[in-house]
């Protein structure tokens, strides 16, 4: 694990984009939990998810499976 | 997990070329979910998958089993 | 595996502030299980976690899935 | 992930010679799926394996738990 | 995977701790297991632990969730 | 993954003394496979187990979870 931001990939970007616009996603993890909310953060180890309950979760990028828009 | 690019390696070209020719593929995860769609774009850690809806999945490459065409 | 801080990142400063606020936890690991405590150290590789026997357990980040506070 | 090939690890030579020879293999994943087929070719993620049907399918090597000559 | 020793680390140095002290550890793995027994060194990638029956299990510590003292 | 070997390590070595005293070993692989066999070689991504009828098979260490001496 280092330091540096990815900054400069697609899917960096596109998690950017989803942090902007602010929609809903569904994030399915190697657990096999799936966890729906917004994208409020994001660096090179974790994405931080709010709930509609204005809960925060940590999710450590390493267990993430997929990750789709919720439908 | 760096951000340079893996554009060298045949794994990453053989993507490329699903990617143009636009065929069907089957993407099986480690958590033994199966999703099937048409690659449309990666970089070192994700694929992006389309479905028949149009509907965009970000799949993390740390997460693939493996991947082959849909037949 | 790199012995450099990761001291930089969001991820990492805010379990620095959930160090200090001293909150209780709940810590979704790769296998399942669910650790509950407060988070008491951390280091690149590792979290601790003190639960209400003040008994300390070592988690490993890498088989970490999510963390959210207790609710 | 780097770029560099490890073509100096015996395990990649070993995995060379199988292409050279063309036997079968099994390929055991972490997914607990087991392929049969032959090795076509490998980078530093992935070997390409091919089936009876000529099909080919992409295997990352992280989810690869062992390999060996099918009996 | 690097040949570096990460013994600055809080938690290479706990288990030094432990090693030092010989107390019985509970560790858990990703595979579920639960093995017990004394630290009786480590480097960066394998622990080794000693059963009541002084046979030794070398565990890699990419296969660990987390460790505590045994109650 | 790099190609550097990590000779240098305890655990790399007590694979070495094993290779050479040829004794019998169980590994638990993360699919909890478990698989006998007597060590023949390893680098850093590999390690060759010779079972019984003299078959080999190439075991990723991304997917050991632990060794220990046959009982």
């Known amino acids: 694990m280092t330091a540096e931001l990815e900054t400069g ?15 809903e996603v569904e994030l399915k993890l190697v657990t096999n939990d799936l966890l729906v909310g917004k994208v409020r953060w994001q660096d090179d180890l974790c994405i931080c998810l709010m709930d509609h309950y204005d809960q925060q ?7 993430i499976a997929f990750l789709k828009p919720k439908t």
Chains 1, 2, 3, 4, 5, 6 share one sequence.
């Open 57 to 63: 979760t940590i999710v450590w990028k390493q267990a």
């Open 9 to 23: 990939l697609p899917s960096f970007r596109q998690l950017q984009k989803l942090i902007q616009t602010g929609g």
